[in-house]
DNA sequence: GCAACGAACAAAACCGGTTTTGCTCGAATC
DNA sequence: GATTCGAGCAAAACCGGTTTTGTTCGTTGC
């Protein structure tokens, strides 16, 4: 099957080809009844422009890029870029999707090198993170997920941690724990300080944060070995709260009886276990909608305020609950 | 940063820059003193090619396209994608993405019409998938997941069945069960019947198949609540698994004791719940490289055969084990 | 009645590559 | 010594759009 031009159709229409691009385009120059015939033409053929002409001398690349550093299937990851996806689908613009564990700073660079987007979209940022630097240095339009020197979307740490650490007080805890993912993240260096403000504010006994880095299912072996034990844990990731619920499991702790487990984001997975788990809910889908919405602002040359997602709220299920001493 | 085009390069060198281009792509035609002085001048410019351009004038997009229907995440797409992307990120092949829930076909309609992608590769092939005909009638090169009528690369689900059934018989299950996604994809179709297979030549006293849709829990639930009960579960994903897991423990089931549950699929969350899950280990990285390879033999011109990956293997763990009466 | 102007369109340049064609010149052939 | 021939390169066409520049012609103003 071939496909029609727009020099196809100013063959057809008896005109210039030039006069095609305007009337398609909806530019002044053409009549009104030469636009319809060009426009009956166009249709006729069922012309659709092509993508790589126009972003050849448009100068832009109708994509947008995302680089992902871990292979490890993040579930929550996908959910995300649907929410990237339901920006940018709609207007045609692409998702070039690469994964780079170690090669991130030469992705970025090839990209841009090869106008292969307009921009991206940066995950997972960590605390002096090197592809800011580059992205900055490169002028390549980015939206970090997570504070940055760049425009970007965050998470609402205080009220998901105050929400949390809250729900937990109310029930009468006092030693609580909490779990997250490396400690270079920005989201982490976040999280764990507006849980110890958190735990501050509610003058919480204990409140201990440890890494899920390298082994979660040790840290939490770790966390539940100390005597006294605490009796709640904040788990930042759903995987990382099945994962302690295995590990309770395992060691005869009844949940939530003697420990009560909190998973820091809502998912399918949080329904599956017995009892299910109670989690703070971000909707990240809107996130990665709102993150793909700021860089559609980037890139319509306005600069976005960075922005804030949340608030977060709570969905109490089986796997919190008073402690029983 | 203004980015150095083969004219840069020309104009530096002396040369035409069609020139520039021959000793660029290692073309003859070029003194070997010239084609230095060229790559010389290239280096030092730091001159890489325009993916846009050298798409317009070799007709090739230099991108594959991924769409995909579900907007749950499914964390085992994701280690396919990441299979993809194994092999067409070092060729500098793009991986596009979309999600289009019901607008598949105006997808892979649009990509064609804007010459956007190269090739497609298709996930969770149906039976009579409308998408097989539109590809095969637009001519867009495209690989399947799943046998078709198409290019494809598909799992042995024999050998998987076999290996689950044979495991299970071997323990002394006599009364098994499967749950499997919507029977409406060819992978289900094809594990039902491999599934059946192996519990007839192992001699199972009963093999029953449900679908995990609408809702797995409640399939679970039936199942369970049949008299007299399957003593062995096999589970298509792993989220289906610790999902029955979950209503085991809801039920008051003891896993392995009363059911032994198998997930057909592995991952890490098969290591989260305790006991852990016993799994059918499906490379999912590796298979969906394999993919990634057939599209690429396509798009190179050949008509590469349609594969089996596999086999399978089995994953002891301890959510499997001799059914208590 | 003639210059000035603007609408409507054609023609051409451009984006940054690839590919075809054409030209020049030195070496080999007869 | 005139004729091929081919190596090495320049020039131009091309891919399919967008954008700038030119051209024609009817209308308006003085």
């Known amino acids: 099957m071939r496909r029609p031009t727009i020099h196809d159709i100013a063959r057809r229409a008896g005109v210039a080809k030039s006069t095609v691009s305007f009337a398609l385009n909806g530019q002044p120059g053409v009549s009104e009844s030469t636009r319809r015939r060009i426009l009956g033409v166009a249709d006729e053929l069922g012309w659709r422009p092509s993508s790589v002409a126009r972003s050849l001398s448009s ?118 724990a909490r779990i997250g993912r490396s400690p270079e993240l920005v989201h982490t260096a976040e999280h764990t300080a507006a849980f110890l403000d958190a735990a501050r504010a509610m003058a919480m006994e204990s409140a201990v944060c440890v890494t899920a880095e390298p082994d979660a299912a040790e840290a939490v072996r770790r966390l539940l070995a100390a005597r006294p034990r605490p009796t709640a844990l904040v788990c930042d990731t759903d995987v990382m709260a099945l994962g302690a619920l295995g590990v309770a499991a395992q060691l005869g702790i009844r949940v939530p009886g003697e420990l009560s487990v909190l998973a820091g984001e809502d998912s399918p997975l949080c329904l599956l276990p017995h009892p299910a788990l109670t989690a703070v809910r971000v909707d990240l889908h809107s996130y990665g909608a709102a993150a793909a919405e700021t860089l559609r602002c980037l890139l319509a040359g306005d600069r976005p305020p960075d922005r804030t997602f949340g608030p977060p709220c709570l969905v109490e299920r089986g796997s919190t609950g008073p402690p029983v001493s």
Chains 1, 2 share one sequence.
């Open 59 to 176: 100068a832009q690349a109708g994509a947008v890029g995302l680089v992902l550093a871990c292979e490890t299937a993040d579930p929550a990851l996908m959910r995300l870029v649907a929410g990237f996806e339901s920006v940018f689908g709609p207007r045609e613009v692409g998702l070039l999707l690469q994964f780079a564990p170690r090669t991130e700073l030469a992705v970025y660079h090839s990209w841009w090198h090869q106008r292969r987007v307009d921009g991206v979209l940066v995950v997972d940022v960590r605390v002096s993170d090197p592809r800011i630097a580059l992205l900055g240095e490169l002028g390549l339009p980015a939206v970090t997920l997570g504070r940055s020197a760049l425009p970007s979307v965050s998470l609402d740490a205080e009220t998901a941690m105050r929400t949390a650490v809250g729900h937990l007080a109310r029930l009468g805890h006092r030693r609580i």
